[in-house]
T-cell receptor
Framework: AQSVTQLGSHVSVSEGALVLLRCNYSSSVPPYLFWYVQYPNQGLQLLLKYTSAATLVKGINGFEAEFKKSETSFHLTKPSAHMSDAAEYFCAVSNSGGSNYKLTFGKGTLLTVNP | DADVTQTPRNRITKTGKRIMLECSQTKGHDRMYWYRQDPGLGLRLIYYSFDVKDINKGEISDGYSVSRQAQAKFSLSLESAIPNQTALYFC?????????????FGPGTRLTVL
């Protein structure tokens, strides 16, 4: 079984401030981990993914995430928030390898960026 | 053109009506998925298909059925719609890429059941 917990359903930052969105996972096998972003009235777009290569993963729009096995975490960060980053962010986990490619999503974190 | 398309984008219907949501993809992927999104609940998997002859229930399949008409088409049906099926529905596709599997999402269908 696999699960994802996103800490904080709503995060608010000022423009130019650090963005930190938290994700913890549970998986019985080595996981693949993903961050998706959903802009208003749009579908989900992949930001970045971890697939057992480098533990620090860089994604689009200046976002990055670090896989920490000891903490079962995959937190998303961006050094300086921009107004265009306002969106909902979803962390997701799937099982690596095998025949199970289903994603399990967290409940999402809504990011608000204040001017 | 979008790789994953969904029709309709918006639909309002009445309780008891049969509704079909359609998904098409041009990515050549074998795997297709249907999710529903509710505020505060994230995305939950309804059905998934790993190829044309393979259909599997997800975590919330009750009240829904699917049809995989071709590799590129995967439809979701609500046999008798009820108000708590009001939600945003997403189709997704995936294919094996180096090191892992990435799902690509359509733009969503907003369904309202009155």
């Amino acid at each position: 079984a696999q699960s994802v917990t996103q800490l904080g359903s709503h995060v608010s930052v000022s423009e130019g401030a650090l963005v930190l969105l938290r994700c913890n996972y549970s998986s019985s096998v080595p996981p693949y981990l993903f961050w998706y972003v959903q802009y208003p009235n749009q579908g989900l777009q992949l930001l970045l993914k971890y697939t057992s290569a480098a533990t620090l993963v860089k994604g689009i729009n200046g976002f990055e995430a670090e896989f920490k096995k000891s903490e079962t975490s995959f937190h998303l960060t961006k050094p300086s928030a921009h107004m265009s980053d306002a969106a909902e962010y979803f962390c997701a986990v799937s099982n690596s390898g095998g025949s199970n490619y289903k994603l399990t999503f967290g409940k999402g974190t809504l990011l608000t960026v204040n001017p | 053109d979008a790789d994953v398309t969904q029709t309709p984008r918006n639909r309002i219907t009445k309780t008891g009506k049969r509704i079909m949501l359609e998904c098409s993809q041009t990515k050549g992927h074998d795997r297709m998925y249907w999710y529903r999104q509710d505020p505060g609940l994230g995305l939950r998997l309804i059905y998934y298909s790993f190829d044309v002859k393979d259909i599997n229930k997800g975590e919330i399949s009750d009240g829904y059925s699917v049809s995989r008409q071709a590799q590129a088409k995967f439809s979701l049906s609500l046999e008798s719609a009820i108000p708590n099926q009001t939600a945003l529905y997403f189709c997704a596709t995936s294919g094996m890429t180096e090191g892992g599997d990435t799902q690509y999402f359509g733009p969503g269908t907003r369904l309202t059941v009155l």
